[in-house]
């Protein structure tokens, strides 16, 4: 008796479709949750038209949204990398979400690759609207569009270890509000909208080792002075990266 060919297959479906399946479904939950808009998309795009457009703050020479818009965009990928994506994971882990997506035949690393490149898509998203808003008022970027990227993708690394630490070690509402201050206050103290030298030199000199300043200042080396590469930005924001995912990987809970 020969055997029977069944149709469809069970088991598992390649890993790589998995992970693709997955990110396509973190970024359609990010892209329609309100508050998350609220972070990455609104708040961003109106205080860079804000201050480009109402003198409220002295930015030095030149332009007004030459010295905003690579803050914001270091603004940016905080709002995703870090703050939305501690939300969104600390209440999935309340939730029980992860418990059950880590049963399931998506294997952990690949959960988070997922949830790494919902990020990315999201930031190419916001990137490219913020983008068109400044060029719209008047920006004139410069510099090597491959030390953009490089800022970008090292700041990346450096916010999402920071925000799957703190969503997997604290509580979903200890998470909610600890990432909304922390948001607020690197947006006042971090060299986004108002410049480090305000600060007394005391306070500059740790504010300079902050992810969010490392970002906003190499970036704003890049495209605004024309520098080739930070490397001083990059070293500290490598670090971060480092450091926050290495204390992620170690110390988040699934439960």
Known sequence: MSTGTYLPKPGAAPVGRMIAAQTALETRMLLRNGEQLLLTVIIPSLLLVLFSTVDVVDTGAGEAVDFLAPGVLALAVMSTAFTGQAIATGFERRYGVLKRLGASPLPRWALMTAKTLSVLVTE???????????LGLGWSPQGNPAAVLLLLFLGTA????????????????????????????????????????????????????????????????????????????????????????GAAARFFRWE
């Open 158 to 245: 450096a916010f999402s270890g920071l925000g799957l630490l703190m969503a997997g070690t604290l509580r979903a509402e200890a998470t909610l509000a600890a990432a909304n201050l922390v948001f607020l206050l690197l947006l006042v103290g971090g060299g986004v909208i108002v410049p480090l030298e305000k600060f007394p030199d005391a306070a500059r000199s740790v504010l300079e080792l902050l992810p969010i300043s490392a970002l906003s200042d190499g970036l704003r080396d890049v495209l605004q002075g024309g520098a080739a590469m930070p490397w001083g930005d990059a070293l500290v924001l490598a670090v971060w990266a480092v450091l926050g995912l």
């Open 124 to 134: 190419v998203l916001q990137i490219a609207l913020l983008t068109a808003i400044a």
